[in-house]
Each structure stands twice: as C-alpha cells, then as structure tokens.
C-alpha cells in the first residue's frame, strides 16, 4: 500500500503549485482522502479533504479560497492546486487516505499515510 506526493518545490509568494497524490497497493477510490502540512517544530495540520466521489470538500480557513482539492478515482490520483501562495505556507505537505470516512479533518482519522512533499514560499 503506498500513498506517492509529488509536486513540491520552491516558489515565491504569490505564486502556484500543484501536488499530486497517486496511490497504488489498494483500491482508494472509496476513501476519503486528505492533504495535511506540517512546517518545523509544528504539528501536522489539516489542510483539505475530499470525499470518495469527490462531490464533498473542506478545507482548512488558512487556505479557503486559495487552495482547491479534487480526485480522479480512475487514475487514483488526488490533487491540490495552491494559489497564492504565502511564506506561512511553506511545510512538508502529506497525503493521506481516510477508510473510515470519519474525522475528515483530523490526522487519526486517516489510516494511510504518504511520505511527504516540501514546499518552500519565499518572500
């Protein structure tokens, strides 16, 4: 079971990324799935998710409005397209796989986790 996040790097503020979630050991086309951050001496935090049919987002207040999360289950493969991006943005972002369906917004709800992809905002 393997969760993969790419897409990561070093942008100036204002600027865009998008990261990529693909997913490979078992079928997520059911799950919730999740993106979460974590920048250095922080906790992980929540950062958006999606449900399994991709009808159902959320997302954390800090990024509403500039970051979107979407899925294509054919693929098995979740996105996160961030828009202006800030500094504070700057963090090791993780995909995650949720089975449960519940706590969507809360690292244990999810039981499946991938490595993580840093980004960097500079200034």
């Known amino acids: 079971v393997q969760l993969q996040a790419s897409g990561g790097g070093l942008v100036q503020a204002g600027g865009s990324l998008r990261l990529s979630c693909t997913t490979s050991g078992r079928t997520f086309s059911s799950d919730v799935m999740g993106w979460f951050r974590q920048a250095p001496g922080k906790e992980r935090e929540f950062v958006a998710a999606?449900?399994?049919?991709?009808?159902?987002?959320s997302y954390a207040d800090s990024v509403k409005g500039r970051f979107t999360i979407s899925r294509d289950n054919a693929k098995n493969t979740v996105y996160l397209q961030m828009n202006s991006l800030k500094p504070e943005d700057t963090a090791v972002y993780y995909c995650?796989?949720?089975?449960?369906?519940?706590?969507?917004?809360?690292?244990?709800?999810?039981?499946?986790w991938g490595q993580g992809t840093q980004v960097t905002v500079s200034s």
């Open positions: 999606i449900s399994w049919t991709g009808g159902s987002t």
């Open positions: 995650a796989a949720n089975s449960l369906g519940v706590g969507a917004t809360d690292t244990r709800g999810y039981d499946y």
